[in-house]
């Protein structure tokens, strides 16, 4: 979907700091506060701008992140299976990708013990999952969601 220079640049500072109020986004393009409020309302309605939301250190909070790359049996549909994985409170990510596996999921869990055990005794059980290769993951080393509009 195109965009024009306005836009990408409203959603560089939104993607940056999301809890910028219209006017100070306004003030660091040059723009009214009614065109920053105009513009945001039409991201939102054309579902590119999906949401805020608050980013939390998951170290701090003692959470572990898990990735599993799941094989799904050949009778069944990975989009349902994937439906029914993104069910496990667990699961934040979930990829259909090509390979020697149908699915990425990234999941998170609190302890390194018997909660992510847990979880994945549920990912394994999942009607249509035929094998599941799982990863703790040791260290974040780079995590970022914002998509770099400026350079397109």
Do not use: W
């Not at 990408?8 to 910028?20: D, S, V, W």
């Not at 993104?86 to 869990?109: A, M, N, P």
């Not at 799982?134 to 969601?145: N, P, T």
Request: charged residues 30%; glycine residues 8%.
């Amino acid at each position: 979907m195109k965009l024009d220079e306005l836009d990408r640049k409203i959603l560089m500072i939104l993607q940056r700091e999301a809890r910028l109020s219209f006017r100070k986004i306004a003030e660091q393009i040059g723009i009214t506060t009614a065109t920053v409020s105009e513009r945001v309302r039409r991201l939102e309605e054309r579902g590119i701008l999906k949401g805020y939301t608050a980013i939390l250190d998951h170290a701090v909070l003692g959470v572990n992140t898990m990735i599993s790359l799941v094989e799904v049996g050949s009778d069944h549909d990975p989009r349902r299976v994937a439906s029914k994985i993104g069910e496990l409170h667990e699961v934040c990510c979930i990829y259909q990708v090509t390979g020697d596996f149908d699915l990425v999921v990234k999941s998170r869990c609190f302890g390194r013990g018997e909660e992510c055990a847990t979880y994945l005794g549920k990912l394994n059980q999942v009607e249509g999952v035929s094998r599941v290769k799982s990863h703790m993951v040791l260290r974040i080393l780079k995590e970022d969601m914002i998509i770099a509009l400026d350079r397109e």
